[in-house]
């Protein structure tokens, strides 16, 4: 059972940066694909980023050229970089995991292709 542990969100202004980390407790993280989602109130959850154990990243459009997604294999930790946040990034963010990485048959934008969650992290923007 992976175990997944958000941290580093916040009430912040608009325009300002924030990050994100999620620390795994699995031993083999390094091969882990590993996403962020978020939920803001009233509406679903939704893909944010996600990054393969190659490195490879793909992006929500509405956080494309502002968020980052990075990974450090040692630290067994991923990470989400928020740079210029906006009222509308004010969201409950969670980690997702999953031991596939299979590209050619899913685009882990989904969360029904994630088997470990975290709890979740809120961050709050303020205008």
């Known amino acids: 059972q992976v175990q997944l542990v958000e941290s580093g969100g916040g009430l912040v202004q608009a325009g300002v940066s924030l990050r994100l980390s999620c620390a795994a407790s699995e031993r083999f993280f390094s091969r882990y694909t590993m996403g962020w989602f978020r939920q803001a109130p009233g509406k679903e959850r939704e893909f944010v980023a996600v990054?393969?154990?190659?490195?490879?990243?793909s992006y929500a459009d509405s956080v494309k050229g502002r968020f980052a997604i990075s990974r450090d294999n040692a630290m067994n930790t991923v990470y989400l970089e928020m740079n210029r946040l906006t009222p509308e990034d004010t969201a409950v963010y969670y980690c997702?995991?999953?031991?596939?990485?299979?590209?050619?048959?899913?685009?882990?934008?989904?969360?029904?292709?994630?088997?470990?969650w975290g709890q979740g992290t809120q961050v709050t923007v303020s205008s």
């Open positions: 990054i393969m154990w190659s490195g490879y990243t």
């Open positions: 997702a995991a999953d031991r596939s990485t299979d590209i050619l048959t899913r685009t882990f934008r989904r969360q029904n292709e994630y088997e470990y």
